[in-house]
């Protein structure tokens, strides 16, 4: 089948090359990421402006391509899917594999989404929004505490503050730039925390899973995973299925989870959309992109079996930690292991070398822009 990727960067490595492995022909829409470019998974790369993509440009775009269905790869192109589904299926008669508006929109705002948790009794952080209220808030959550924007992705505005003065003083420029935000209990976890990719069909069944245990992340108090290990545990399970089982949720579903105590796990927040990550599963045997689209063009949900112990690393981020953490030396595993039969690189490896030296360079150059950095730092 043609399948679309709307948006993304180093997200469309692991899933396009899953899906090209499965027999399927990948093109990228609206990406003016290198990365992509680059895959040799990927058969072309198609460039838009999302902020004036309508439903006939899409139309346009897509005529004569024989897609069979459009995976969204990024917050803001999976945001205007979600939008237009019903409209885009109708006009092109290509599948979305995204939620339908009203749940997604409540999934992607952090603060509905912690507020759903609560009402359902759903671990996760004590969480309020701000509004000026900040005696109120410090009497609620307490301190530390994190500020949090409604939306945002890659951790981007979110500030660590120890009292008042702080929760007042930082609070103001970042609601400026990102709009709506919450002060949010600061859960004082191991030095890792773990991601939850599942799916859920129309009917409430499930198709396998993969939980990874992130051990070790840029930044380096609250970051994407740059080092990763696919795990079972049935209690994170429960806790995710529980909230997809309320939400009526149909299709994948990324969770972030933090365990606050030795098996007291919160979940801090739902991706509506696919995470680089997803190539930790792949590894593990269970390929998300095949389940998406066999579920959505057949109503057949294929079964694999899962592998937990391998490894995934990205090497851009991993250089960013080892240069950032004072852990370097000695974490466990070595970040001097680049070999192994359980370790995978999520920018592509050396199958998708070009790729992975342009995610590389991409890299280092966010990290030289100081404005990124800032953006990037708020809890270090």
């Given at each position: 089948m043609n399948i679309i990727l709307f948006g993304g960067g180093l997200q469309v490595l692991s899933i396009a090359r899953s899906?090209?492995?499965?027999?399927?022909?990948?093109?990228?829409?609206?990406?003016?990421?290198?990365?992509?470019?680059?895959?040799?998974?990927?058969?072309?790369?198609?460039?838009?402006?999302?902020?004036?993509?309508?439903?006939v440009e899409f139309t346009a775009l897509a005529k004569d391509k024989e897609y069979a269905v459009i995976i969204p790869m990024e917050d803001d192109y999976a945001t205007w899917l979600s939008a237009n589904k019903k409209e885009v299926e109708k006009s092109t008669g290509i599948k979305c594999a995204v939620m339908d508006y009203d749940i997604y929109t409540l999934a992607s705002d952090k603060t509905r989404f912690m507020g759903f948790c609560k009402k359902h009794e759903i671990p996760h952080p004590k969480t309020g929004i701000?509004?000026?209220?900040?005696?109120?808030?410090a009497t609620a959550i307490g301190f530390p505490s994190l500020i949090k924007p409604s939306h945002s992705a890659g951790s981007r505005g979110i500030k660590l503050v120890n009292n008042v003065d702080e929760l007042k003083r930082f609070s103001k420029e970042i609601i400026a730039e990102y709009g709506e935000c919450t002060l949010q209990e600061y859960i004082h976890s191991k030095d890792y925390y773990y991601n939850a990719m599942l799916y859920r069909t129309a009917d409430g069944q499930y198709g396998n899973h993969t939980i990874t245990k992130i051990m070790r992340y840029y930044p380096i108090k609250g970051g994407s995973s740059s080092f990763c290990m696919s795990i079972e545990n049935d209690r994170i399970l429960e806790i995710c299925k529980k909230a997809l089982d309320k939400l009526g949720w149909v299709g994948f579903a990324d969770f972030d989870i933090l365990e606050k105590g030795d098996g007291d796990y919160r979940i801090i927040e739902i991706n509506p959309r696919i995470p680089a990550s997803v190539q930790a599963a792949a590894a593990s045997g269970v390929h998300f992109g095949e389940m998406i689209i066999k579920?959505?063009?057949?109503?057949?949900?294929?079964?694999?079996?899962?592998?937990?112990?391998?490894?995934?690393?990205?090497?851009?981020?991993?250089?960013?930690?080892?240069?950032?953490s004072p852990n370097r030396w000695k974490c466990k595993p070595s970040w001097?292991?680049?070999?192994?039969?359980?370790?995978?690189?999520?920018?592509?490896?050396?199958k998708d070398l070009l790729?992975?030296?342009t995610s590389i360079w991409m890299g280092i150059k966010k990290q030289m822009n100081p404005e990124f950095r800032k953006k990037k730092g708020g809890m270090n």
């Amino acid at each position: 089948m043609n399948i679309i990727l709307f948006g993304g960067g180093l997200q469309v490595l692991s899933i396009a090359r899953s899906l090209k492995e499965k027999g399927h022909t990948v093109d990228v829409v609206g990406t003016h990421n290198e990365i992509s470019k680059r895959s040799r998974y990927v058969r072309q790369c198609t460039d838009i402006n999302l902020e004036t993509l309508d439903v006939v440009e899409f139309t346009a775009l897509a005529k004569d391509k024989e897609y069979a269905v459009i995976i969204p790869m990024e917050d803001d192109y999976a945001t205007w899917l979600s939008a237009n589904k019903k409209e885009v299926e109708k006009s092109t008669g290509i599948k979305c594999a995204v939620m339908d508006y009203d749940i997604y929109t409540l999934a992607s705002d952090k603060t509905r989404f912690m507020g759903f948790c609560k009402k359902h009794e759903i671990p996760h952080p004590k969480t309020g929004i701000i509004n000026g209220n900040y005696d109120d808030l410090a009497t609620a959550i307490g301190f530390p505490s994190l500020i949090k924007p409604s939306h945002s992705a890659g951790s981007r505005g979110i500030k660590l503050v120890n009292n008042v003065d702080e929760l007042k003083r930082f609070s103001k420029e970042i609601i400026a730039e990102y709009g709506e935000c919450t002060l949010q209990e600061y859960i004082h976890s191991k030095d890792y925390y773990y991601n939850a990719m599942l799916y859920r069909t129309a009917d409430g069944q499930y198709g396998n899973h993969t939980i990874t245990k992130i051990m070790r992340y840029y930044p380096i108090k609250g970051g994407s995973s740059s080092f990763c290990m696919s795990i079972e545990n049935d209690r994170i399970l429960e806790i995710c299925k529980k909230a997809l089982d309320k939400l009526g949720w149909v299709g994948f579903a990324d969770f972030d989870i933090l365990e606050k105590g030795d098996g007291d796990y919160r979940i801090i927040e739902i991706n509506p959309r696919i995470p680089a990550s997803v190539q930790a599963a792949a590894a593990s045997g269970v390929h998300f992109g095949e389940m998406i689209i066999k579920d959505i063009t057949e109503g057949v949900l294929p079964q694999y079996t899962y592998t937990p112990g391998m490894q995934l690393r990205c090497l851009g981020l991993d250089i960013a930690w080892f240069l950032s953490s004072p852990n370097r030396w000695k974490c466990k595993p070595s970040w001097f292991k680049f070999f192994g039969k359980r370790l995978h690189y999520q920018d592509g490896g050396i199958k998708d070398l070009l790729a992975m030296c342009t995610s590389i360079w991409m890299g280092i150059k966010k990290q030289m822009n100081p404005e990124f950095r800032k953006k990037k730092g708020g809890m270090n």
